[in-house]
Structures are given as C-alpha cells and as structure tokens.
C-alpha cells in the first residue's frame, strides 16, 4: 500500500473510530430529533441554507464513512425540510456519500479482496459483467443486501464511476421518497392516517419495487417477439421431454388441473427407465449374485457354482424395464390428465412449441414451457474411435454377447458400476482413467477402497492414463493411451465410453431465442430455474448442476410450482441436501460436503470415522467392509457431511439425508432406537464416536473421582480438586474411540 493509500485508510478508521469512541450514534435516534425539534426548526427558519448545507455534509460523511443511520437521517429530512426539498437533500447526499465509499472501497480493497474473496465475489462480478447497470440498479430498486454493502462490494468490481453514481441516485429515488414521506408524518408526533400510509409504504415498497422491476426485465426481453404473442393459450404448460424431470412437471401441472402437453421424441421415462438407473442396477443385481456365488466358502458352503448365458441376463434387464415402465407409461400419464405428444418440439416463440409429429406438424401455444430436454453420453473426440466402434451408456443394453476383453474409458460413477458389473460377469476388464484415482469427487480414501475392491476382483485399473488414439489392425482393436510419458498398448474386443454426460441443448430453439447456455453447456437459469424468458423454465439434466433422478425430480417441484403460480409466489430452488450413492461393491453414498470441499470452500468442520468392520450385522452378512464418516461444525453436532461406504450405503445415507434436512444434529441420531443387529446401527455408532470425541481427560477424571468418593475410597476435596482442574484438561479421553464406542452400546443393547 503506498502512502497516499495509506493515509486515506489512516484518516478513514479514525473518523470511524471516532464516531464510536464518542459515542456520536446517540444523536442518530428519534427520540434525541425529538427533544432538539423546537431548536432545529428554529434554526432552520432563521438559516434555511446552512441548516440545509450542514445536513447535507452530514449526511454525505455518514454514507462514505459507511456509519449506520441514514434510515433515521431520511426521515429527520423529511421532518424538517418537508417532501420536496428533503427528497432532493437526501437523494443527492446519499448518492454522493455512496460514491466517496464505492472509491475508497476500490482504492483501499478491491485488489486484496478479489484476491482473497474472488469466489465468493464470482456472482457479482458475473451480472456486473453481463448488464452492470440493470445489476447494481436492482440491488437500489430491491434492497437485498443493506446500502452500504453494496456501495463496498460495487467497489470491488469493474463497474465505471459515473455509472455507479447515477444509477445509484436513480435506484434510490423511489425508495428516499417514501422515507422522506414518512419523516414528514413522523415530523407531526401523532399516529395519524398519513402516518399509518407511510409505514404502510416502508412495508411494501420493496415487493412492489420488485415486481416493477420484473415487470421491466420482462418487457426489455419480450421486446421483439410482443407481436408473436397470442391473445389466449392452448396450454398452461408444454413440457419438452419425458424423463424424470418432464414427468414430474406434467404430473404437477395435471394435478393442480393445468392443461399441460408432454412432448417426447423417443421413449417415455427418459434416460432413467430405458438406459440409466433402471437397466443399470437390473444388471448390477445379476453381477452381485454372481459374486456371492463366487464367495460362496466365506459363507460356509463348500462348493457353488452357477451357469448362465449373457443373453438370458440382458433379457432379463429388458423384462425389468417392461415391468418398471407402466409406471412412465402414456397411459399412466393420460389418465392423469396430461396430452402426450410423441415427436420432436421446437421453440419457435416464448409461447409457441412446434411439433413435429408422424401425422404431421403441430403448434402449440403455452401461457410457460418447461425445458426438460435431459442428456447424453459425452462421447470424446478421440481419433480412430469411430472406426474400432464403441458403447456408451445408451447403447450396451443392445449387447448380448459378454466381451472377453472390455476396455472401459472413464472411473466416474458410470464406468466404475459397469467395470464391475462386467468383470462379474466373466469379462476381463480394462479401466482406464486419466485422473490420478477413481471417483475424483469423493475422499481420497473413498477412492482407494473401490480400487482395492476391484483389483482383488481381477480388474486391470490404470490411472493416470489419456487415452490418445485408437487402432485397428490384424482384426485387432487397440487402445493407445500416455501413461508418464510413455504409450502403453490396450487389446480389447469391445470399449465403452463412460467419461461423462452432455445436456441436451441443441435442436429444439435455444439458439434461435437467445437463451444461454453456461459453461458447463447447461441451460443458463436463476435461482427459480427461469432461463432469460421468465415464462420458460429448465429443469433436470439439461439444467444442472446435478445429474440425478432424484434431483431432476427435485427441480421439476419448481419449475412446475413457479411456472404456474409464479404470479403469486415463486420458490428458489433448495440444493442444501442432495444426497447421491454410486453402487459399485462397495456402495459409495454421499450428502453434504466431504473433506476435500470442506478444504476447498474453507469450511472448517471436525471428521468422525466409525469403521463398518466393527458392526455386528456387517460381520454376520459377511460384508465387514467400509466405514461412516460424518462431517461437522467444530464445537457442535451439527452436521455438515456424511459420506458411507459398504454395503446398502445407498440405504443407509437416507436417515442423514433426514437430518441434515431438518436441521438435526448427531445427539438426535444417537438418542434414536435402532433395531439390533442391523446395518443402520452404524448410524448410531458413529454419532456416538461423536460424542465421546466431545469428552475432555478432565471430565473423565471428575467422574473416576466422584465415584470413587460415592464407595467412599476418597474424600469430597478430591472431587473438588478434579472439577478445579477439569477446565485445564480439554484433550480428547480416547485415541481408539470406535471401538470403545461400539463396545459401551454393544454392552447397552445386550
């Protein structure tokens, strides 16, 4: 800091401190304005302008020097100088004063704090990048952060001066009348019908404020297509796509007795029912039995075997799908109430959807559309894949002939359930993953407890390798991928693609309508899942961040809720407790933040660990493998993450998923009955680990002593002795808390 920057920061904290140190906030009250009012209005009628002139400087020092008041000051304003000249003293006084505090903030901060608080500035820097103006004039007009804030935080971005100012004085405009109004009926001193009117105003205004602003949002984006739009609406709502999101949203819509049509192109459920998590984990079921079989001495019996054909498993999946799909069925949803349109729909206005279907086009015009257009499987362009041919996600249900040697590119959820699954089935299993381990978004430990279990089930996992071409020659199929500088050769017969999913956004009128995409190439939406059409919402896989069933359900509440009541109430999207589970062997589940984010974000937290090999129903199953590790706030029970591997993870997660929710802490969970011997115990262990972590040595040694005093084997003062010197011994009583733990509840339920 240079030493201009350093006297303003000098001269700045002590006007500051100053103000508190004299306590000068007591002036700052109505009731002092009050005893003083005969004096000022005095004053003011024998020297209107350097009563005015020392308001006005007043003022202009409170707001740069970021001193609370300025809603008492307004209102003194209007008291003494009425509506007119109070409006015009306090709008260009609290302009000027946010300006002096938006420079001192970008001249003492914005460089040290960009540096340190870049991500959490990352919003504001963003929508002062897209539309600064309308940005910082939405923050005046609706007051989401207190005045001051913004005039700090505006001074940490890029936004010029003079745009600041008058933006800032106009945004404020409305909102100094109504105070100055109300100070002049406070300036009277009686409850009085204007008085009641003001505060009225006070209550209100920012709902109104916000509601005009939308109003000119929504008219700037509407703008050129004002002459496309239809006098009345076919439909309250079109849905563009039928996986779990678009079925969710129909069924919404439906049941509140919406008219509502559901376009799909292909099949009915989406991704979920046809190629995702419902054939996946019919195949995954299989493939378990298959390696219980395989275990079969662990469980006493001496010998099992099973033959199968691929084929008959695959059929097997194919039957799973059948019976699970009248559940999407057109049929199902029909009865509901819902229109389903099979052909593929294009955006062709804000309120117009055509369709394209067997019997020819359709247009449909829609009071609001819900995009829920899903995803795909990224396929990489890696060169020669084409050519040696390949599965994704989508396509290896087709598969009825097992692969004697399978590479799989990818070790995220998808690649890793199908590893497995496949090399259960017999195939010889390559993984190959560019990444230094599987799984990258769980714990490093989490990582190396699927890699171990797959390892010891004969899968050749390679990490650290990018695959960078593929080749074919002599009839055989090789993957040639750089492991440390050096390519390493892979034989396989078939190869499945597994690196990840792409929304959907292309084909059906983004581009045409302007609506964003962001980088993560979801479909660009606010907080209420509205993309730049307030009428036209995203939901599911195509939105984000999240591409999960549930969520996309979880979303289309939203969407749904707010497209059709969103006149009267919206509701911002809730992704505090998402929970997820990759059901590898081990199961891996996850709610909350694990370690690695907590580091990342800065969070600080306290780690539990209860080891699942230490839990009686896990050692009777034979599944004595994997753990419960429960983040939270150092000091408290309160949960910030629970991440659980072993078996029925999946299963497990859901009692925290509940808790986190509900904002309970690991002493509910502990004080909650669970049934004995069963894997949900595990839950309750690990909250007890919890709390006897939160036992000092001193506590412990109070209690040794008071029952020793209560068989008489010591006296009273050694009690005393032991509470004196309890605060002095904050260590935790135990090293090895699990199995003390586990043993003392052990000991409870037998």
């Known amino acids: 800091m240079n030493k201009t920057r350093l006297l303003i920061a000098v001269v700045l904290v002590a006007a500051v401190a100053a103000f508190f140190v004299f306590d000068l906030n007591e002036y700052l009250s109505i009731e002092y304005f009050q005893m003083q009012r005969a004096k000022v209005d005095a004053y003011y009628v024998q020297y209107p302008g350097q009563t005015a002139a020392v308001f006005l400087l007043a003022y202009v020092a409170m707001a740069a020097l970021s001193i609370p008041g300025a809603t008492i000051l307004t209102l003194v304003g209007g008291a003494i100088f009425g509506l007119v000249v109070g409006t015009i003293l306090v709008s260009f006084a609290s302009a000027i004063g946010a300006t002096l505090a938006f420079l001192a903030s970008r001249l003492l901060l914005r460089d040290w704090v960009q540096k340190k608080f870049g991500d959490r500035l990352a919003p504001v820097n963003a929508g002062i990048e897209k539309e600064g103006a309308f940005y910082l004039f939405a923050l005046r007009l609706v007051p989401l952060f207190p005045f001051f804030v913004v005039n700090l935080v505006m001074g940490l971005t890029k936004i010029r001066t003079w745009t600041f100012y008058w933006v800032s ?112 984990k019919a195949l995954i079921r299989s493939a378990k039995l298959l390696s219980h079989i395989a275990r079969s001495r662990e469980f006493g019996i001496d010998q099992a075997s099973a033959k199968f054909d691929f084929a008959d498993i695959m059929e097997r999946v194919s039957r799973v799908i059948k019976q699970v799909e009248p559940h999407d ?31 020819g086009r359709r247009a449909l015009t829609t009071k609001s559309i819900a995009i829920a257009a899903g995803a795909r499987p990224f396929v990489p362009p890696i060169p020669g894949l084409d050519q040696v041919g390949y599965l994704t996600s989508d396509t290896v249900w087709d598969l009825r002939e097992l692969p004697q ?7 995220g959820p998808i690649g890793c359930e ?23 978004r769980e714990d490093p430990e989490v990582s190396q407890r699927v890699r171990e279990r797959f390892v010891a089930e ?118 505090r407790v998402i929970p997820w589970a990759t059901f590898t062997d081990p199961e891996v589940a996850r709610v909350g933040l694990n370690e690695q984010e907590a580091a990342e974000k800065k969070i600080p937290y306290t780690t539990t660990v209860y080891g699942i090999d230490d839990l009686d129903r896990a050692i009777t199953d034979g599944e004595a493998d994997g753990f419960v590790k429960v983040l939270t706030a150092p000091g408290t029970d309160k949960i910030l993450g629970v991440t659980i591997v072993g078996e029925h993870a999946g299963d497990l997660i859901a009692e925290y998923v509940l808790a986190m929710k509900q904002n309970l802490g690991l002493n509910k969970i502990l004080g909650t009955i669970h049934i004995y011997p069963t894997l949900a115990e595990a839950n309750k262990y690990a909250a007890g680990v919890w709390k006897r972590s939160t036992v000092t040595q001193g506590q412990w040694d109070v209690l040794t002593t008071y029952q020793a005093w209560r068989r008489g084997a010591g006296g009273l003062g050694a009690v005393l002795r032991a509470l004196l010197s309890m605060s002095g011994n904050k260590r935790p009583a135990y090293a090895d808390q699990s199995a003390q733990v586990h043993g003392a509840l052990h000991e409870a339920n037998a």
């Open 169 to 280: 004085q106009l945004g404020m405009l409305a909102g100094t009348i109504v105070y100055v109004y109300a100070g002049i009926k406070l300036g009277e001193f009686r409850i009085s019908a204007g008085l009641l009117i003001a505060f009225a105003l006070l209550g209100i205004f920012p709902l109104v404020a916000k509601k005009v602003l939308d109003a000119i949002k929504a008219r700037k984006v509407y703008a050129k297509w004002n002459d496309k739009r239809p006098a009345s609406y076919d439909y309250n709502l079109v849905v563009i796509g039928a996986g779990s999101a678009g079925l969710v949203s129909a069924y919404i819509a439906a049941a509140t007795k919406a008219k509502v049509a559901l376009i799909e192109k292909h099949k009915m459920g989406g991704d979920c029912l046809n190629t995702g998590c419902v054939p996946s």
């Open 405 to 411: 040697r399978l590479v799989v590119l990818g070790g």
């Open 418 to 440: 199908l590893t497995q699954a496949f090399a259960r089935f017999g195939s010889h299993v390559t993984q190959v993953e560019m990444l230094p381990r599987l799984m990258v």
């Open 329 to 359: 069925s057109v049929e199902r949803y029909e009865a509901l109430g819902v229109e389903c349109i099979a052909g593929t729909a294009k955006i062709t206005s804000p309120w117009t959807v055509e369709v394209e279907t067997a019997e």
């Open 458 to 575: 004969g899968i050749d996992v390679k990490l650290g390798h990018k695959a960078v071409r593929f080749e074919m020659g002599d009839g055989v199929r090789r993957l040639i991928a750089e492991h440390e500088g050096k390519q390493v050769a892979i034989e396989f017969d078939q190869v499945l693609v597994a690196v990840g999913r792409a929304p959907n956004t292309r084909g059906y009128g983004l581009e045409e309508l302007g609506i964003n995409v962001t980088q993560q190439k979801t479909v660009e939406t606010d907080d209420y899942l509205q993309t730049l059409y307030p009428n036209i919402y995203a939901c599911g896989d195509v939105a984000g961040p999240y591409q999960f069933t549930h969520t996309a359900s979880h979303q289309a509440w939203y969407a749904a809720v707010n497209a059709l009541f969103g006149t009267f109430r919206k509701y911002k999207a809730d992704y």
